[in-house]
């Protein structure tokens, strides 16, 4: 039985004492929630104090993005021995964002996601389709290829270490979502996908994340998809009542 993991991407957002006052609040509000794996991913320089507050508790801490090499010189990039130096134990990695905007590429994903399993951060691997490629009907046709080169060279037991997040790119932060049925069928291609790469037990065992749009009055129809493992959350991630909300309703049995 794969848990339900929802992870908080804040992307460039909260200052250090924003982010101490968030995480405050939602280790008040979710101290009792055990059912749902929950994750918050703050910008670096939060990183060490948000650490502070989540060690011991029921709140993971993951990162944005990591370099592939562990040290030297490469100015303005953060390396795995750092991030869990910083008390970090995931990482998200080929977002959609860090595609679009800073040159993402599946050979990058491929090479950062080694460089996390390295040093035991459990990589959250970002996948999905843009609107163009969605509407010309290309949406598996991407899949296959940002997976297969997310994930070429890595075998079975890494992939047990790995959660993917599938992200229609058409639905980050735009207010569209997915219908449940849209995203259940391209959750099942990607598991499908890992029988085919590797084999039906590792296939069952890799949580499945949906990222797009996701709140917490959608979160419960998405969630009970046989396919759908949790959600990478922007927005709603950002504001304590909502993603509170949003943990608790994603809270279903699979």
Known sequence: MRKIIIAGNWKLNKTIKEAVE?????KQDLAQTKEVDIV?????????????????????LGAQDLYWEDAGAFTGEVSAPLLKDAGCQYVIIGHSERRQFFGETDA????????????????IVCVGEVLAERESNKT???IKTQV??????????????????YEPVWAIGTGKTASPEQAQEVHK?????????????????????????VKSDNARELM??????????GGASLKRDQFVALVQNANVKK
């Open 189 to 213: 291609f990607i598991r499908d996908l890992l029988v085919k790469m590797y084999d039906v037990g590792t296939a069952q065992t890799v949580r499945i994340q949906y990222g797009g749009s």
């Open 40 to 60: 918050v991913c703050p910008v670096y320089p939060a990183l060490s104090e948000v650490s502070k507050l989540t060690a011991g508790s029921n709140i993971g």
């Open 224 to 233: 009970s998809q046989p396919d759908i493992d949790g959600a990478l959350v």
């Open 140 to 142: 598996f046709d991407v």
């Open 108 to 123: 990058t994903v491929n090479k950062k996601i080694g460089a996390a399993l390295k040093h035991g951060l459990t990589p």
């Open 148 to 165: 297969t080169g997310a994930f070429s060279g890595y075998s079975a037991e890494d992939m047990k270490k790995i959660i993917i997040a």
């Open 22 to 26: 968030l995480v405050n609040g939602l």
